[in-house]
RNA sequence: GCUGAAGUGGUGGAAUUGGUAGACACGUUGGACUUAAAAUCCAAUGUCCCUUGGGACGUACGGGUUCAAGUCCCGUCUUCAGUACCA
C-alpha cells in the first residue's frame, strides 16, 4: 500500500471537523494551556508559504500540549477590517463586506488544508457587529474612564465628578491634558454642563482633542505614529504631513510607567522589550521654568512670561549659554523683539515648508534664528538668548530646551555655528572639538555652589534648589504619546458617539452595536468629510434609542452621529478575550466572568515583529485598563511571546542579451552585457534548469518568450537565483495549495519547520522538499508493506528502545525550546535507524505515532487507526522517556593530541580515569602518533575525551 | 549614530554545560534497477596535499584565555531588523 497523502489528509481533516476533535472546554480537570497566532488579515492574494510558518509552529506546540494532558485553547479568526478591501471598494464600489467575506472563505479553504488544529467553533471577525458591538462597548469604557495617580490605576469618571462636586479639582493627581486650571467646588457647581463637558474631556482616557496629526493626503486619513515607516504611510508608501484636526485620542501615555514595568513581568524577547522600551522612552531629570526678561518690545502682561524646559541632566544648569524653543512653540511670536521679527518670521516660513521627511533626512544642516529675547538664569541671574532651531522638536517634552554647549553635542554645534559662547563646567575635560556627554567619571566645575560634585549628587542639589526658587521639580518624561484613535474612513469600526451642540455623546451600552451605515461611494464628501458623511441614515434619535435619518435631524431628540471610524488596532486589542467565551454564550458580557477566569491570559503567542510597537502595545494597554476597571483579572495579555521569522523567496533570473531576444544560461554570461529578467520560480526545477516548454506557455508571459532563443550549457538552461522578499512583483511566491497537492499538507508542515529556526529569516525553496517528503514515504514504509500493516507484537530489541527513547527525550527538548527544526531532524534519524534495525515491534512504532504527530498530524492519524485504535491519536498520551534505555556500557573515546583528534577508542564507561589512561598510553596508535615523546600531560575525562599534551 | 539579532561546506542548517566541527536534508558525482524516463536503492561529497596508512588548513577577520574554543574574553569588519536631532 502506497503512501496517499491525498486521500489520508481529505480524510482526516473531515474526522476532526465532524467529531469536533478540538473543541476546546471552559470546564474542564486538566490544566488549561492557551496558544493563540497574531490573527490574519483575509487579503485578496490568499496565502503564500510565508504565513503559515507561525501557524504551523503554534499548532505542533498546542497538539503537544494536549498530549501532555492540558486542555488547550487554540483558536483562530480574522483582523477583517482594514483599508485594502477599502481600497479596493473604491475601485470597484465593491462592498467591502463582500469582498472580505469572500477573502475569508479562500483562507479558511487554504488554513483548512494544512490540518490545523484550530477551534473554528470560537472564530471572531472583528467586522462582524456581534464583534464589533463589544468594540464599541470598550470604547465607551475608556470614555468613562480618568487615571487617577495616587491610587495608580484608572477609574470611572463618577467618581472624578464627585470629587469635582465636592472639592474642585485641587487635590485631583490625574494624567490629563497640561492647560488645566484650579477651580473649586463652587466653580464646578457653576459651570455650564458644556464647561463640565469640556473639563471632564480633559481627564477621559480617550478623548476629543483638536491635536496635530500624521495626515496622509493620499489614503485621505491620518495615521498613528506606528504606521509611519521612515516619515511616508506604512501601507503604501505615501507622503505624510502634520496638519491639526479635531480627534479622538486614547491617553495611553497614563499607562507609560506601567506598561514599561509590565515588561519585566513578561517572558518575550530582549528584542522585542527593547523596541517596547524605546517608544515608551522613559527619560528622568528636571522642569526648569525661566522667566523672560523684560525688553522694550514686551508690555506689562508679558512680562511675566516664563519658559518650561525638560532637561536630563539637571547637573549642568551652569552651562547653559543659551535656549533654543522650536519654531512652532507658541511663545516664538511672544517674545521676538521687533529687530529679530522679519529673521524669525523668515525661518519659520521656511521649516514649516520641509517636510518631516526632508528634517529628518537632513539632521547636519544647523538652521536657527535669534528671537532678540533673553531669559534669566535661575540662580547666576545672567540673561540668556533666547535661540529657536529646528532641531528642538515641538512635539517632545515642551518643545523648549535649555542648551548646554558642553555637554550636549547639537547644543555644541548650533553654539560654534552661531558663535555662541561655550563655558565649560567640566573639570578637567577637554571641550574643544566636541561636547562632553558622558555622565560618568567627571565632576562639576565653575557651577557656584554645585562645584565638585558628580552627576548624581549635582542633578539633586540642582533639583532642590530650584523647588526653593519655585522654578523647577524633578519630573519623568515619556516619549510615548497619547494615540490618535480616529481615521476618516469606511471600513472600520463606527464610534458609538453622537453630538449635542458640538459635545460628543456615548450611545448607552445596551444599544449597541451601532452598525455601519450603507454609503453609495467610499470616498471622504465634497467638503472633505469623512466616507460616513456620505450616508443618509445616520443620526441618532435619542428617544427611540435607534439610527434614524438624517433628515430628521433637529438638534433637540435627533443628533448627528460621528463620522469618523475606528483604527485598525481597535479590534485586535482585545479579541484574544473574545476567544475565551464559547460561541454559544457570547451573547451576555464580552467573554463571561467564569471564561475569563478560567482562560485568564494567553500563554504562548506568536506572530511577527512588526508589530512591535503597535498592535502589542496597545493591547497592554487596552488590558490594563480593563483590569483597572475590573473587568479583567489580567495585567499583561500575552505571557511568552515569540516572533516567527520571514519566509524569503528564491527568486530565479534569465539573462536576456542587451541588444537582441538571446537569453545566455547563468554559467555563460561572463562578460556580456545581459539583462537579469525574474521569471516564475514554478518553471526551475530542483538542479536551477529552467523548464523553457513551460515558460513559453505560461499564460502570462509566454509570448514575451515564445521567440528567445535560449542558449544552453550542458544540454539545460540554468537559472541564477537570488533570496528576495516574496512578492508577487518578483514572480517567486509559492502558494501552499501547489505544495498541498504535490507533497501534502504534512509534507508542507514538516518542510516549513525543517527549514531553520522559528525566529530566523530564512529563504524558501520548493526543491528542498522532496527530502521531507521522502522521509514520510519511509515513515509510512516502516509500518505499511506490499502486503499490508508489518506492525506486530513482537518483543522491542535493546536497540530499538534506545532509538525510541532518544528520539523522546530530544523531540520532547525540542518542543519546549521551539527548536522544532531539529525535531524533523530527529525523526529523520530515528527512522533510518529504525528501518535498518527492521523494527516492527508495535511497543516501539505506536509511542513513535505520538512523538510525530504535532508535526504531521494526518499520516499520523492514519496509522494510529490502522494499528487499531479507535480513538483520535489526540486523545493519546505523550510517551514517556526512560533514561534506562540510553545507558551505555561503552564509550567511544575520541583522543586527541594536543587537541587534535587523531582516533577513536572503544573503553568500558565503567573504566576508572587511571585505567583509561593506562589503556591508551600502552594502545599502538597512541606509541605511533607520540613518535617517541614523552607526553608532559594526559587530560582525561571520563565519559568524554582523552587529551594528551606534549 | 544608538539598540537588537546574526556571520559555519555549492545551498538550508546542526553541534543545549568549552570536549570527535559540518548531524539531518538539498544539490552534485558515480553506480544498481529500467528499452528509456520517473520513482526507488547504494556509495562518495569542507578545501588542499598525497600511492595507500595518512597529513596540512578550516566556523567573518585580528588577538587572547585554556590540556582543549564555532562556543568564553578583547578589538575590528560585514549583513539584517528596529529607531532616529527625544534635550
Known amino acids: 500500500m502506497k503512501y496517499d497523502f491525498n486521500s489520508i489528509e481529505k480524510k482526516w481533516q473531515d474526522y476532526w471537523a465532524k467529531n469536533q476533535t478540538f473543541k476546546a472546554t471552559n470546564i474542564s480537570d486538566k490544566p488549561k494551556y492557551y496558544v493563540l497566532d497574531m490573527f490574519p488579515y483575509p487579503s485578496g492574494a490568499g496565502l503564500h508559504v510565508g504565513h503559515p510558518l507561525g501557524y504551523i509552529a503554534s499548532d505542533i506546540y498546542a497538539r503537544y500540549k494536549r498530549h501532555k494532558g492540558f486542555n488547550v485553547l487554540h483558536p483562530q479568526g480574522y483582523d477583517s477590517f482594514g483599508l485594502p478591501a477599502e481600497q479596493y471598494a473604491i475601485q470597484t464600489g465593491q462592498h467591502p463586506a463582500v469582498t472580505t467575506e469572500a477573502n475569508i472563505k479562500t483562507y479558511r479553504r487554504q488554513l483548512d488544508q494544512i490540518g490545523f488544529s484550530f477551534d473554528w467553533s470560537r472564530e471572531v471577525r472583528t467586522s462582524n457587529p456581534e464583534y464589533y458591538k463589544w468594540t464599541q462597548w470598550i470604547f465607551i469604557q475608556l470614555f468613562e474612564s480618568w487615571y487617577n495617580n495616587d491610587s495608580n490605576k484608572a477609574e470611572h469618571i463618577d467618581t472624578l465628578i464627585e470629587a469635582f462636586t465636592s472639592e474642585g479639582n485641587k487635590n485631583i493627581n490625574a494624567v490629563c491634558d497640561d492647560n488645566i486650571e484650579l477651580f473649586s467646588a463652587e466653580d464646578w457647581a457653576n459651570y455650564s454642563s458644556e464647561e463640565q463637558q469640556d473639563i471632564l ?48 485620542s486614547m491617553r495611553i501615555s497614563a499607562y507609560a510607567e506601567r506598561l514599561l514595568q509590565g515588561l519585566d513581568t513578561i517572558d518575550w524577547t530582549d528584542s522585542l522589550k527593547e523596541s517596547q522600551k524605546n517608544w515608551i522612552g522613559k527619560s528622568v531629570g528636571a522642569s526648569v521654568s525661566f522667566n523672560v526678561l523684560p525688553n522694550v518690545t514686551l508690555s506689562e502682561v508679558e512680562e511675566s512670561l516664563k519658559i518650561d524646559v525638560f532637561t536630563t541632566r539637571p547637573d549642568t544648569i551652569f552651562g547653559v549659554s543659551f535656549m533654543t524653543l522650536a519654531p512652532e512653540h507658541e511663545l516664538v511670536s511672544q517674545i521676538t523683539t521687533a529687530a529679530q521679527k522679519a529673521e524669525v518670521e523668515a525661518y519659520i516660513e521656511a521649516t514649516a515648508k520641509r517636510s518631516e521627511r526632508d528634517r529628518m533626512a537632513d539632521v547636519k544642516t544647523i538652521s536657527g534664528a535669534f528671537t532678540g529675547a533673553y531669559a534669566e538664569h535661575p540662580f547666576s541671574k545672567e540673561p540668556i538668548p533666547i535661540w529657536i532651531g529646528d532641531y528642538v522638536l515641538a512635539g517632545y517634552g515642551t518643545g523648549a530646551v535649555m542648551s548646554v554647549p558642553c555637554g550636549d553635542q547639537r547644543d555644541y554645534d548650533f553654539a560654534k555655528h552661531f558663535n555662541i559662547p561655550i563655558p565649560n563646567i567640566f573639570e578637567g575635560v577637554d571641550i574643544s572639538k566636541e561636547a562632553f556627554a558622558s555622565k560618568d567619571n567627571v565632576k562639576i566645575a565653575n557651577s557656584d555652589f554645585l562645584n565638585g560634585m558628580n552627576y548624581k549628587k549635582a542633578s539633586k542639589r540642582a533639583i532642590y534648589d530650584l523647588e526653593q526658587l519655585g522654578q523647577g521639580e524633578g519630573k519623568t518624561n515619556y516619549r510615548l504619546r497619547d494615540a490618535v484613535f480616529s481615521r476618516q474612513r469606511y471600513w472600520g469600526e463606527p464610534f458609538p458617539v453622537y453630538y449635542v451642540n458640538g459635545m460628543p455623546q456615548m450611545i448607552d451600552a445596551e444599544h449597541l452595536p451601532i452598525k455601519l451605515p450603507e454609503v453609495e461611494k467610499y470616498l471622504p464628501t465634497e467638503t472633505g468629510e469623512p466616507p460616513l458623511g456620505r450616508a443618509d441614515v445616520w443620526a441618532w434619535d435619542v428617544n427611540q434609542n435607534s439610527v434614524v435619518s438624517n433628515d430628521l435631524i433637529d438638534h433637540k431628540t435627533v443628533f448627528p452621529l ?18 475565551m467565551e464559547d460561541a454559544a454564550n457570547r451573547d451576555g458580557v464580552f467573554a463571561s466572568e467564569d471564561a475569563l477566569n478560567y482562560w485568564e491570559n494567553v500563554d504562548l503567542y506568536i506572530g511577527g515583529s512588526e508589530h512591535a510597537t503597535g498592535h502589542l502595545l496597545y493591547s497592554r494597554f487596552w488590558v490594563k485598563l480593563l483590569k483597572d476597571r475590573g473587568f479583567v483579572n489580567v495585567e499583561e495579555p500575552f505571557k511568552k511571546l515569540i516572533n516567527q521569522g520571514m519566509i524569503l523567496g528564491t527568486s530565479a533570473f534569465v539573462y536576456r542579451d542587451e541588444s537582441n531576444n538571446t537569453y545566455y544560461s547563468k554559467g555563460l554570461v561572463g562578460d556580456k552585457n545581459v539583462l537579469p529578467i525574474h521569471v516564475k520560480v514554478q518553471y526551475v526545477n530542483a538542479s536551477d534548469e529552467l523548464d523553457i516548454e513551460g515558460l513559453k506557455s505560461d499564460g502570462e508571459f509566454g509570448e514575451d518568450f515564445k521567440d528567445a532563443e535560449f542558449i544552453l550549457e550542458d544540454g539545460a538552461y540554468k537559472v541564477g537565483r537570488d533570496v528576495e522578499k516574496m512578492s508577487k512583483s518578483k514572480y517567486n511566491v509559492v502558494n501552499p495549495d501547489d505544495i498541498v497537492a504535490d507533497y501534502g499538507a504534512d509534507s508542507l508542515r514538516l518542510y516549513e519547520m525543517f527549514l531553520g529556526p522559528l525566529e530566523q529569516y530564512k529563504p524558501w525553496n520548493t526543491a528542498g522538499i522532496t527530502g521531507v517528503h521522502n522521509f514520510l514515504k519511509k515513515f509510512w514504509k516502516l509500518y505499511i508493506g506490499d502486503n499490508g500493516l508489518k506492525v506486530n507484537n513482537a518483543q522491542p530489541t535493546a536497540d530499538n528502545l534506545k532509538t525510541l527513547h532518544k528520539t523522546i527525550k530530544k523531540v520532547e527538548e525540542d518542543i519546549e525550546n521551539f527548536s522544532f527544526n531539529t525535531s524533523v531532524s530527529t525523526f529523520m534519524i530515528a527512522v533510518n535507524e529504525l528501518t535498518s534495525q527492521k523494527c516492527t515491534s508495535k511497543d516501539v512504532l505506536e509511542p513513535l505515532l505520538v512523538l510525530i504527530s504535532p508535526y504531521a498530524p494526518h499520516i499520523a492519524e492514519e496509522l494510529w487507526s490502522q494499528l487499531g485504535n479507535a480513538n483520535s491519536i489526540s486523545t493519546a498520551s505523550f510517551p514517556i522517556f526512560d533514561a534506562s534505555h540510553l545507558v551505555e556500557s561503552s564509550k567511544k573515546y575520541p583522543i586527541s593530541f594536543n587537541g587534535k583528534m587523531r582516533f577513536t577508542l572503544e573503553l568500558p564507561m565503567d573504566m576508572s ?18 613518535d617517541g615523546r614523552t607526553p608532559k600531560k594526559v587530560i582525561v575525562v571520563p565519559g568524554k575525551i582523552v587529551n594528551i599534551v606534549g
Open 201 to 248: 474631556l480633559k481627564y477621559r482616557l480617550t478623548y476629543l482633542a483638536e491635536t496635530e496629526v500624521n495626515w496622509c493626503p493620499a489614503l485621505g486619513t491620518v495615521l498613528a505614529n506606528d504606521e509611519i515607516v521612515n516619515g511616508v504611510s506604512e501601507r503604501g508608501s505615501h507622503p505624510v504631513v502634520r496638519k491639526k484636526m479635531t480627534q479622538w
Open 562 to 579: 460621528e463620522l469618523n471610524t475606528m483604527p485598525g488596532w481597535a479590534g485586535s486589542s482585545w479579541y484574544f478575550f473574545r476567544y
Open 913 to 930: 580515569k587511571d585505567e583509561i589512561e593506562k589503556t591508551v598510553m600502552a594502545h599502538e596508535k597512541t606509541i605511533a602518533q607520540l
